[in-house]
């Protein structure tokens, strides 16, 4: 059998790794190597990511970077680890919940290196350590599809798989995806020190997240100069902001746990996601969400609820209740006011104007009645916006209602009258996307890659990082879904 496993020699890749956050101190983490899966092979990467880290241009061919992003080797210059936190899940506080099956190996251009399903750690619990391939294949697209939207999120450089079998519903085989961001630390981490009266702990985090990611937040004079409290509001700013750009895409996280949300503001932790097919503010993506509190026309409530979560932690350090919650009350502005320059946007406006509010929540209203499919009716707008001509029936032909849609379409076209700057066409083809990650593509790309084909992952990957052009030669990825779409299940297991 081959001998893998962090006895064998290190990789020595060149690169340089400043691994901050293993600086921290001992409260914060467990070193410890990833547990080798045997005879890796690779499922899909990310060639600008490679670059952007500085990765040599032959690294996907690499069997050193292969073993290396399994976890069967070890990195010369990282530091290892799994970081302690804790959080409220569906609402309840879970207690200490921790890198269960993620190892940050370490940070290098900025940007930390994770390997997912990479093996037990101290906070794997009743879990095994491991990811499976189908849930790996989705994370790895839509961390780039996300990107390719221009939406905050984690990266992901690369999934790699095993033949090794990881038992979930059914037996599934192994991957680990490595994943990228600035950083990885969430809300629940903040939670975690706060929960244990860990004071000195939080304080060093928070000064940590300030120092290397808000800095301007110590210069902050709002809030009578506290800077946690400035630091508080500008969390609350990039959450907003996020939710605001989901919601305009029609994006569902599906599982909004307080340790799922990223102090950075990033879009975390793929697990039951799910872009819309119909459009419906109730849908309910994630399986075994049985209350529907993750709904997607609840996430901008629930981001403020969590938001809520993360002040109450930083309490010991922010001290006046008055700067905690005028930090938090900052959302009930910032919020709407992203939504309405995102959904303007999509309408074709380059600014909010305030006949554009009514005519959207009008919309929204006749698109939930009718079911209408979410991406293919604004992208088929911003085509039909053009002529604006009543008699091309592209987007009335999603509608049953009929009357109430040329109805609306005739008071949208009566919009661009009275807008000084007119309709902006092209923005509209750069805000409505032509591919997302639709439940079923994934899926299909799967089952393939299940019995080693993986050109449905590189396919997909390649217009979900470019989803607003409209790469003819893809027209099976811009369809409606399938039936059998509405019978995909996705459950937290993953
Ligand atoms: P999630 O809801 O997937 O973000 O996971 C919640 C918590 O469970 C996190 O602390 C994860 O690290 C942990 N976890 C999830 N799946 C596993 C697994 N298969 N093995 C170990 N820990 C896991
Ligand atoms: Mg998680």
Known sequence: MTKFGPDSAGFDAGLRWTNSFSQLGEAFFVALQPTPLPAPYWVGHSKPLAQQIGLPDDWSASPDWLQVL??????????????????????NWAGQLGDGRAILLGETANLEIQLKGAGLTPFSRMGDGRAVLRSSIREFLCSE??????????????????DAPVRREVMETAAVVTRVAPSFIRFGHFEHFCHHDQHDQLRTLADYVIDQFYPECAHDTRFGSNRYAAFLAEVTRRTADMVAHWQSVGFCHGVMNTDNMSILGLTIDYGPFQFLDAYDPAHICNHSDTQGRYAFGKQPHIAYWNLYCLGQALMPLVGEPEYAIAALETFKEIYPRAYALRMSAKLGLAEPVAQAGPLIEELLILMAADRVDYTIFWRRLSHWARARRMDDPSVRDLFLNRPAIDAWLLSYSELFKHVPQGLAADLMLQTNPKFVLRNHLGEQAIRAAQRKDFSGVSGLLEVLERPFDEHPQYAQYAGFPPEWAASIAISCSS
């Open 145 to 162: 599809a996300m990107h390719g939207l221009g939406i905050p999120t984690s990266r992901a450089l690369c999934v790699t798989g095993s």
């Open 70 to 91: 399994t976890g069967n080797r070890a990195l010369v210059g990282t530091v290892p680890l799994a970081s302690v936190y804790s959080g409220h899940q569906f609402g």
